[in-house]
């Protein structure tokens, strides 16, 4: 042990910052793999080459003035512009590194012999609080965060949550754990957030489609050659009121301004035409919130109470149906119980029928 630490492991007293500094990234004499000094893979050269052009050091301007001279058409300009913009930000972070190569997947297996295990990203401190501030300060819905940064809804409110308890504690002037989240989030790799940057990266998959049990069954269906069988059709097939997948995935909006892409439509187009899709959207739902706060001003009756307030609505019985338990009718606590406590009941199966 101890020669190890005073031969390869001496290179863990004082790790790399901004990495993760696992042990698959280093070889057997403590040597970085990824180092310029010691990579001698084709990828990489062409990596470095392409971030060597002279073009990334003139200016913008002077670049775009000889491509449109060359008989460009301003959609490639567009593209080679956004080329080169993201590769001035991979310079930068290369330099601000000390010329040392971000991780590659290979680098990302914390366990040696765990060869099929890579450590994933987790959000940067920096990327949270933004997250918290366009949600709670800006009043940003989630959907649009998610899809803004590539994150998923789930893991957007949970970042809401735990910021705002986190805020809480602070104000209340309890202690949190800083050094250990400061050495636990030096091990990990982190999705980054630069404020200057136009196209965030994103974080994981947003758009992944749950399996629904009711599509688990195997169905045959015959159909026409000439009928264009969708997606809609499917899901009629499996259930009548099972939805199609592209109303089921999380972001609907996403294959909307796929769709528009496809038709011609450019960017300046696609985003005045979302918009105007959000603003309906948020119209029919703040209408749809409005007339249940009316209904239920007029339906119900709150008496004040000193620690709660007790609320009393009408109950039609006809709406209980002919078993009691009916949709539209009261819940179990307060309409007809369930049988399952009554003595004398068999829960097993008596018959195979």
Do not use: C
Not at 20 to 48: F, H, I, K, M, V
Not at 219 to 224: D, G, L, N, R
Request: aromatic content about 6%; glycine content about 6%.
């Amino acid at each position: 042990m101890f020669a190890w630490l005073k031969g390869p492991g001496k290179v863990f007293r004082e790790p790399l910052a901004g990495s993760t500094n696992y042990l698959s990234a280093y070889d057997r004499e403590g040597n970085l793999l990824r180092a310029p000094q010691n990579n001698n893979r084709g990828g990489r050269r062409q990596q470095q080459q392409s971030l060597d052009d002279p073009e990334l050091d003139e200016d913008e301007g002077t670049v775009q003035a000889r491509e449109y001279a060359q008989g460009l058409s301003e959609e490639a300009v567009n593209r080679r512009t956004a080329s080169r913009e993201k590769r001035r930000q991979e310079k930068m972070e290369l330099e601000a590194r000390g010329g040392i190569p971000k991780e590659q997947p290979r680098d990302m297996r914390p366990y040696p012999l765990n060869q099929q295990f890579r450590s994933q990203t987790v959000l940067s401190e920096e990327l949270r609080e933004k997250i918290y501030e366009l949600i709670v300060r800006e009043r940003i819905d989630l959907k649009s965060v998610s899809a803004t940064f590539g994150v998923d809804i789930r893991r957007v409110a949970a970042v809401v949550r735990l910021k705002s308890l986190e805020k809480q504690w602070v104000a209340e002037g309890k202690q949190l754990a800083k050094p250990y989240n400061k050495a636990v989030m030096g091990m990990l790799p982190q999705t980054p957030y630069d404020p200057e940057q136009r196209n965030p990266p994103s974080h994981e998959p947003i758009n992944d489609l749950p399996v629904h049990p009711y599509t688990r069954q195997q169905i045959f269906v015959p159909t026409s050659e000439s009928r264009a069988f969708t997606r809609e059709d499917a899901a009629k097939v499996f259930h009548p009121t099972l939805l199609p997948a592209d109303q089921r995935i999380p972001h609907p909006e996403l294959v909307q301004i796929t769709k528009w892409e496809m038709e011609g439509h450019d960017r300046e187009t696609r985003q005045r035409m979302m918009r105007e899709k959000d603003a309906e959207v948020a119209a029919a739902r703040e209408e749809k919130e409005r007339k249940q706060r009316e209904y239920e001003a007029k339906t119900q009756v709150v008496v004040k109470g000193r620690r709660w307030d007790f609320k009393f609505q009408d109950i039609s019985a006809e709406k209980t149906g002919k078993d009691g338990r009916g949709q539209s009718a009261v819940g179990h606590r307060y309409g007809m119980p369930l049988e399952d406590r009554k003595r004398g009941q068999v829960k097993i199966a008596t018959s195979m029928e």
